[in-house]
């Protein structure tokens, strides 16, 4: 088996092993005197075997299993030769006879080579060499994406869209306008051209919001392992637990919910939101900025729904229905219905995807305008999922 030391930054906080045959994290011990700085929600063992384990790519992501295939290695095994490096969090991997810094091995202040395409075969290969470490091993989720250094020096993330349309870059540039014109706190996404295979995409990209005295923790690692009260509904937990630590976060999360239900984006999901907090002092900031809005706008569907039909749509998030997420809401005027993108906007920005055809356009813009109106029902005092309001409409 090899052994291996799981870090934050300098202190060394776990000795573990890995079995040779398999990808599965094994005999693991805390040290007692570095606890305190173990990932937010982890008190056992357990818990923090499967946290390690789950830090690759997911293999679900496009391309990525054929991509390793050539080298020969899995996800996880990616992950543990690059170090667990990531521009997430301050949280590594070494080996248990490897001597490294972090004050030499972290991305944040280190360059890292990582051309402006999303293929990262040139990558995977660096890292099986250990001629470069990249943070894109730890990237979560399924579309192809990858960091990068700009010409200013600015870490930005990269994403391409599933299949060869580009709705989900653009659904990202319009929550990026509704966030910018409301004055929220949200990671811009800008559109781009970028390689994907022999082809060249509409992507879009966003600058890194962590750095190298802050770092991200997701919803998902804040309420997985409490204990909830059988009466509290999720959504009411995670605010509770965020105000223990001293972060009033309730209008941020309802306007969150209103402007996802602006623009029909259905995968809220726990690990698409959470909080910055301080890696000097492990006090919790404030709220991370939206970001990862790109399933919206029915991107996948090739019905449009409309009337009544959009108050039925399904999500990943506190709830599993767009209406049971309005529930939640207490302040219903916390998104300002006067300063939105017009239709005008809208349609000009869903006419850059030559793949789709016009009249769909026009009812996505003509589902946005119900959307609004629903909003502005909602904001006047209607219950959106009463069964009377429906019948009204």
């Keep these: 088996m090899d052994r291996y030391i ?31 700085y173990l990932p937010v929600g982890i008190h056992k063992k357990e818990q923090l075997k499967k ?87 730890s990237l979560k989720g399924d579309l192809k994406k990858k960091w990068i250094i700009d010409e200013e020096g600015i870490r930005r993330l990269v994403k391409g869209n599933y299949g060869i349309s580009c709705r989900q870059s653009l659904c990202e540039a319009l929550a990026s306008k509704v966030h910018k014109m409301q004055g929220a706190l949200h990671t811009p996404y800008h559109l781009i051209k970028i390689s994907s295979g022999d082809s060249q995409i509409i992507g879009c990209e966003c600058p890194c919001f962590t750095d190298i005295s802050t770092e991200f923790v997701a919803a998902i690692d804040i309420v997985a392992n409490e204990k909830k ?54 006090k919790w900031l404030h709220a991370a900025p939206i970001f990862d809005s790109g399933n919206a706008m029915f991107y996948q569907a090739g019905y449009i729904p409309e009337g009544k039909e959009l108050l039925k749509i ?24 006067t300063k939105l993108p017009d239709d005008n906007f809208l349609y000009e920005l869903l006419k850059k995807d030559v793949l789709i055809k016009d009249e769909i356009n026009e009812r996505l813009v003509n589902a946005y305008r119900e959307k609004i109106q629903y909003l502005s029902d909602f904001q006047n005092g209607a219950d959106l999922w009463d069964y009377k309001y429906q019948k009204r409409i």
């Design 314 to 337: 399904q999500v990943t998030s506190f709830c599993d229905t767009e209406v049971k997420l309005l529930k939640c809401v207490k302040n219903r005027g916390i998104l300002d219905l």
């Design 6 to 36: 799981l870090m934050f930054e300098d202190l060394k906080l776990a000795l573990f092993s890995v079995s040779t045959d398999a990808d599965l994290v094994m005999e693991l011990v805390i040290n007692p005197a570095c606890s305190h």
């Design 229 to 282: 009260p059988n009466e509290q509904l999720w959504y009411e937990f995670y605010i509770a637990i965020c105000e223990k630590h001293g972060l009033y976060i309730r209008d941020f999360m309802d306007y969150q919910i209103l402007s996802d239900f602006l623009i029909s984006n259905t995968d809220r999901h726990l690990n698409n939101f959470g909080i910055i907090r301080s890696t000097d002092t492990l």
């Design 51 to 137: 946290w390690i384990q789950d830090r690759g790519i997911p293999v679900t992501r496009d391309s990525i299993a054929k991509d390793l295939e050539k080298s020969g290695i899995s996800p996880f095994k990616l992950m543990l030769l690059n170090c667990d490096l990531s521009l997430t969090d301050h949280y590594w991997i070494c080996r248990q006879n490897e001597h490294f810094l972090w004050k030499d091995i972290n991305l944040y202040t280190n360059p890292f080579r990582a051309s402006f395409s999303l293929d990262i075969q040139d990558e995977i290969e660096s890292i099986v060499s250990r001629t470069n470490f990249i943070p894109s091993s």
